[in-house]
Nanobody
Framework: QVQLVESGGGLVQAGGSLRLSCAAS????????MGWFRQTPGKEREFVARIRWSGGNTVYADSVKGRFTISRDNAKNTVYLQMNSLKPEDTAVYYCAADRYGGTPYRETSYTYWGQGTQVTVSS
């Protein structure tokens, strides 16, 4: 069982930066695939980024490539999402997700565990 708690969301102006954190419980965190998704009202949850256990294999949505960076610190059981050059269209609730095996990175069904989400609002 893995429990995920996101933090770091908030209000930022366009062009600014935020770093989201996702703290995970569980002794086997280092072996889990971790992902970030986001969702705006009335829309489906959208894939943002994924990182494998080693940290060396990352995947990004085209919409955030070059602006967002996913990373993890297995010693702290934490995965991060560094978001730079933020745009108003990045406004969403951001969710952390985890899975023991992983699958297709951009599919919600590839992840077993989900956090409660943290709100990110980018003003123009």
């Amino acid at each position: 069982q893995v429990q995920l708690v996101e933090s770091g969301g908030g209000l930022v102006q366009a062009g600014g930066s935020l770093r989201l954190s996702c703290a995970a419980s569980g002794r086997t965190f280092s072996s889990y695939v971790m992902g970030w998704f986001r969702q705006t009202p009335g829309k489906e949850r959208e894939f943002v980024a994924r990182i494998r256990w080693s940290g060396g294999n990352t995947v990004y949505a085209d919409s955030v490539k070059g602006r967002f960076t996913i990373s993890r610190d297995n010693a702290k059981n934490t995965v991060y999402l560094q978001m730079n050059s933020l745009k108003p269209e990045d406004t969403a609730v951001y969710y952390c997700a985890a899975d023991r095996y992983g699958g297709t990175p951009y599919r919600e069904t590839s992840y077993t565990y989900w956090g409660q989400g943290t709100q990110v609002t980018v003003s123009s």
